[in-house]
């Protein structure tokens, strides 16, 4: 089964960092490009991260600096550290898989189940 | 970055009911343009990608159309497990963005 499951969420103070992961089964995390992607009620979905299958990477400018995505694929599983937070980061983090069967729209058929971060003092 | 602007943000509407969502993006993003239904607490589903094409198991009542800058979403014949958010996603750019959504209410 194609499955996303995702670890690492929970609460942080202000200024702190974390590391969300995402392990893979059913397919290789290298094999496709993969996203990662939160949720808040004010912003909606917000995209935070790509990597390609070639290992290229990209986050808008919203994050860079602060938020960086890599995957190691002798485990199979992708990564966000996420540093320098504020109460603006508490969200649902989502990682994704790349769609496979339709690439170059960007779009995302495989999700994780989510992970909430809360940034609080 | 290329905003995406859904409407109507909510609506309500009954079972069998032809519902229609609208898409429109601030530049031209050819046919790079992904739908998205999300339920109460789950994860997004990939329901259409490439503007029309839909995604493997999902139900041919569900259409998409458009290029350019004007995209649409169709649900002919509601069904009950349809009343969920969906939400459009431009993949032009490689710096990703969603539309607001749209609410389905009964």
């Known amino acids: 089964e194609v499955q996303l499951v995702e670890s690492g969420g929970g609460l942080v103070q202000p200024g702190g960092s974390l590391r969300l992961s995402c392990a893979a089964s059913?397919?290789?995390?290298?094999?496709?490009?993969m996203a990662w992607v939160r949720q808040t009620p004010g912003k909606g979905l917000e995209w935070l991260a790509l990597?390609?299958?070639?290992?290229?990477?990209d986050h808008p400018d919203s994050v860079k600096g602060r938020f960086t995505i890599s995957r190691q694929d002798s485990k199979n599983t992708l990564y966000l550290q996420m540093s320098s937070l504020t109460e603006e980061d508490t969200a649902v983090y989502y990682c994704?898989?790349?769609?496979?069967?339709?690439?170059?729209?960007?779009?995302?058929?495989?999700w994780g189940q989510g992970a909430a971060v809360i940034v609080s003092s | 970055d290329i905003q995406l602007t859904q409407s109507p943000s909510s609506l309500s509407a009954s079972v069998g009911d032809r519902v229609t969502i609208t898409c429109r993006a601030s530049?031209?993003?050819?046919?790079?343009l992904n739908w998205y239904q999300q339920k109460r607490g789950k994860a997004p589903e990939l329901l259409i990608f490439?503007?029309?094409t839909l995604q493997s198991g999902v139900p041919s009542r569900f259409s998409g159309s458009g290029s350019g800058t004007d995209f649409t979403l169709t649900i002919s014949n509601l069904q009950p497990e349809d009343f969920a958010t969906y939400f459009c996603?431009?993949?032009?750019?490689?710096?990703?963005?969603f539309g607001g959504g749209t609410t389905v209410e009964i």
């Open positions: 994704a898989r790349g769609n496979p069967f339709g690439p170059s729209s960007l779009g995302m058929d495989v």
């Open positions: 059913g397919f290789s995390v290298s094999g496709s490009y």
């Open positions: 990597i390609y299958s070639g290992g290229n990477t």
């Open positions: 530049q031209n993003i050819a046919d790079f």
């Open positions: 490439g503007t029309s």
């Open positions: 996603q431009q993949g032009y750019s490689t710096h990703l963005t």
